[in-house]
Structure formats: C-alpha cells, structure tokens
C-alpha cells in the first residue's frame, strides 16, 4: 500500500488533508490476458500475501482469481482485514514492470550468494514470458540490472525469509526504480509514461497518473514493514 502525503502510521480512516494511499498489484501473466483471469501467481507488489488473501476467500474457489471485479475484491480485503480506506489501485504485469526497468536505465541491486542460486531459472522464465532477452547472473554483489533480472529478483522465494523476503525484494525493486526517476527529467519521464501507462491496469484516469508524472521525482519511500 503507498501513502502518498507528510503523514507517518496514520489510519487511512482518518481524515488527513494531502495524504492519498492506493495499492499496486502484480500479475504474473502477459499483457494479452492481462489484467483479467489472474491466477495463484497474483499478489500485492507492497502489502498482503497471496496465501493471506486466498485464506480470506478460500470459501470462493479457484474462480475467485478468474472475476473481472477481482481487484475491487482485493482492495475490500486489503480495507477489512488492515483498517484501510484505500479506494484506487495500479496493475501490473511483469512486461510493464521489465518496459519501466529497461526505459529508466536498469536498478542497481545488490545479489546475495543466495539469490544467484535460484535467480537465472527465474530470468529463463521471466524471459519467455517477455519476449526479451537477459543475461545470466553468476556472481553475487552489486549487478546493474535490466528489466528481466529485476522481475526475476524480485520473483525469488526460495532463501532464508521465504515469501516475506520476497515482499522485501520488491519493495526494494520499487525503491531502486523511484531513486532512479530522480534522476531524469520530466520530458524523459514523460516518454517513459507514454511507453509504460498503456500497460498499466487502473481505476486512475489518464489524465491523473499522467499528473502524478512530475511529482514521483519528488517520492521518498519511508519505512515500510512485512
């Protein structure tokens, strides 16, 4: 869930002038099937597992992931179960992700030991998904990585933390990517959102996320926890 505002541990039931908070999600599938007929690959980008939201509507079956209202469903279990208000999400697929990484430039991220174990068996398959091209990684420290290699890190759950160090990696995938936004200009961000918002599922009109262009370079990721 991102906060947006000078606000800290705040409800999102509370009124607090000039804080807005929405969620983004992640798909796994590609943007011809996208965002619909998600499946057991869904889960929040920044808050709530995906075995948590199944274990909610567990009483749904395995079409609850298939509903065209499924991200109106997320939203309400996100609100119930955390005490949220939050009424506007963002989707998003691995090629948006993998499009937004390769326009900014690559993220720097540090690989860990660990981490380049399992990490190329995901860029194989992020790849195919894609329809682009990475390079292996085969050493740990700090990589410069393209669009692929930051969807695979930020697919890893097989190293100590399982899927709460998955969370962790990406939300230092979107950490890395806002620092590097700080880094261009508003007419190279504005090419960047021509090329990424068509792939971008929201309840946002154009014109709003198009106006939020300018001011991500000014976002500064707070504490975050989960």
Same mark, same amino acid.
């Given at each position: 869930?991102?906060? &947006?505002? +000078?606000?800290?541990?705040?409800?999102?039931?509370? *009124?607090?002038?000039?804080?807005? =908070?929405? *969620?983004?999600?992640?798909?796994?599938?590609?943007? +011809?099937?996208?965002?619909?007929?998600?499946? +057991?690959?869904? +889960?929040? &980008?920044?808050?709530?597992?995906?075995?948590?939201?199944?274990?909610? =509507?567990?009483?749904?079956?395995?079409?609850?992931?298939?509903?065209?209202?499924?991200?109106?469903?997320?939203?309400? /279990?996100?609100?119930?179960?955390?005490? &949220?208000?939050?009424?506007?999400?963002?989707?998003?697929?691995?090629?948006?992700?993998?499009?937004?990484?390769?326009?900014?430039?690559?993220?720097?991220?540090?690989? /860990?030991?660990?981490?380049?174990?399992?990490?190329?068996?995901?860029?194989?398959?992020?790849?195919?998904?894609?329809?682009?091209?990475?390079?292996?990684?085969?050493?740990?420290?700090?990589?410069?990585?393209?669009?692929?290699?930051?969807?695979?890190?930020?697919?890893?759950?097989? /190293?100590?933390?399982?899927? =709460?160090?998955?969370?962790?990696?990406?939300?230092?995938?979107?950490?890395?990517?806002?620092?590097?936004?700080?880094?261009?200009?508003?007419?190279?961000?504005?090419?960047?959102?021509?090329?990424? &918002?068509?792939?971008?599922? /929201?309840?946002?009109?154009?014109?709003?996320?198009?106006?939020?262009?300018?001011?991500?370079?000014?976002?500064?990721?707070?504490?975050?926890?989960?």
């Amino acid at each position: 869930v991102l906060v &947006l505002g +000078e606000s800290l541990y705040y409800n999102a039931t509370n *009124t607090i002038p000039h804080v807005r =908070y929405f *969620t983004i999600f992640g798909s796994g599938l590609r943007y +011809e099937t996208f965002p619909y007929c998600i499946d +057991e690959q869904f +889960e929040s &980008l920044v808050s709530g597992e995906n075995e948590y939201i199944i274990v909610q =509507y567990k009483s749904e079956g395995y079409d609850f992931w298939n509903r065209e209202n499924m991200d109106e469903i997320m939203i309400k /279990t996100l609100n119930e179960n955390l005490d &949220l208000n939050i009424k506007e999400f963002v989707t998003v697929n691995f090629d948006a992700v993998a499009d937004a990484v390769d326009a900014l430039g690559g993220i720097k991220m540090n690989i /860990t030991s660990a981490e380049v174990k399992y990490i190329n068996d995901y860029i194989d398959e992020t790849s195919k998904v894609t329809g682009k091209k990475a390079k292996h990684i085969t050493t740990s420290g700090l990589h410069v990585l393209d669009g692929v290699q930051a969807v695979a890190y930020s697919r890893i759950r097989y /190293t100590s933390g399982g899927d =709460y160090k998955r969370t962790e990696r990406m939300r230092d995938i979107i950490t890395a990517m806002i620092d590097k936004v700080k880094t261009k200009s508003v007419s190279q961000l504005n090419t960047i959102a021509d090329r990424v &918002l068509p792939q971008v599922h /929201t309840n946002l009109s154009m014109t709003d996320l198009l106006s939020m262009v300018p001011a991500v370079a000014s976002f500064n990721v707070g504490e975050s926890m989960g």
